[in-house]
T-cell receptor, first 110, second 113 residues
C-alpha cells in the first residue's frame, strides 16, 4: 500500500537545478514528508522534511503544495556527487518507522 | 561524532553458520533500527528499539533472526543458522527523538554461500 509515488528515474545536467517530484495524495494531517537519498554502496542519508510549509537547508529545498498532495525536492545546483536514489517518504508524527519505496534514481551528467 | 558504526563491513559465511552483525548508535539517540536491503525487496525494516527495548519486530523474517540491545551503545543482529537467501546489505540506523531524521551506518554486506 504505497503512500508515495515517484518517477523511477530522471537525468539532470551538472550545475542545473534538479526538481524531484513526489505524489502523496492520501497524506493525512499529522503526516510529514521526508526525503532521503542513497548514494551507491552507502547507507541512506537524511536530506530534509516538512509538514506543510516550504523548507530549506544546506542540501536542498522542499516545496509542498497547499493541498499537501504532492511535493518537490529541489537540489539547487546539482553536482556529479548528487547521483543517487532519492526516496520520498510519508511518516506520521506518532510513527517512528520509515518505510522506503523504490525511489527515483537521479543521474547527474556532466 | 563518528556517526553510526557497523561491523563488520563485509561478511562471507557458509550456509548453516551463525552470523552476528554489530551496531553502535550515535550517543544520546533513543531509537535504533535494523534494515535489510536487497535488489528484489529494497529496504525493509526488520526491528526497532526505543531506549534499548524492542518495540516492533514484525519485520523479522523468521525465527532464525534475533536482535538484542543490551545497552544504549550497542546492538546485535544474529542469524542462526544462516541461509543463502539471507545475503543482503544490513543497515543500522539511530534517531534522536520524535520527528528527527535517521542517521544510517555504512552497512554490513553479508554473503552466505
Amino acid at each position: 500500500d504505497a503512500k508515495t509515488t515517484q518517477p523511477p528515474s530522471m537525468d539532470c545536467a551538472e550545475g542545473r537545478a534538479a526538481n524531484l517530484p513526489c505524489n502523496h495524495s492520501t497524506i493525512s494531517g499529522n503526516e510529514y514528508v521526508y526525503w532521503y537519498r542513497q548514494i551507491h554502496s552507502q547507507g541512506p542519508q537524511y536530506i530534509i522534511h516538512g509538514l506543510k510549509n516550504n523548507e530549506t537547508n544546506e542540501m536542498a529545498s522542499l516545496i509542498i503544495t497547499e493541498d499537501r498532495k504532492s511535493s518537490t525536492l529541489i537540489l539547487p545546483h546539482a553536482t556529479l556527487r548528487d547521483t543517487a536514489v532519492y526516496y520520498c517518504i510519508v511518516r506520521s508524527s506518532n510513527d517512528y518507522k520509515l518505510s522506503f519505496g523504490a525511489g527515483t534514481t537521479v543521474t547527474v551528467r556532466a | 561524532d563518528a556517526g553510526v558504526i557497523q561491523s563488520p563491513r563485509h561478511e562471507v559465511t557458509e550456509m548453516g553458520q551463525e552470523v552476528t552483525l554489530r551496531c553502535k548508535p550515535i550517543s544520546g539517540h533513543d531509537y535504533l533500527f535494523w534494515y535489510r536491503q536487497t535488489m528484489m525487496r529494497g529496504l525493509e525494516l526488520l526491528i526497532y528499539f526505543n531506549n534499548n527495548v524492542p518495540i516492533d519486530d514484525s519485520g523479522m523474517p523468521e525465527d532464525r533472526f534475533s536482535a538484542k540491545m543490551p545497552n544504549a551503545s550497542f546492538s546485535t543482529l544474529k542469524i542462526q543458522p544462516s541461509e543463502p537467501r539471507d545475503s543482503a546489505v544490513y543497515f543500522c540506523a539511530s534517531s534522536l527523538a520524535r520527528g528527527w531524521g535517521y542517521t544510517f551506518g555504512s552497512g554490513t554486506r553479508l554473503t552466505v554461500v
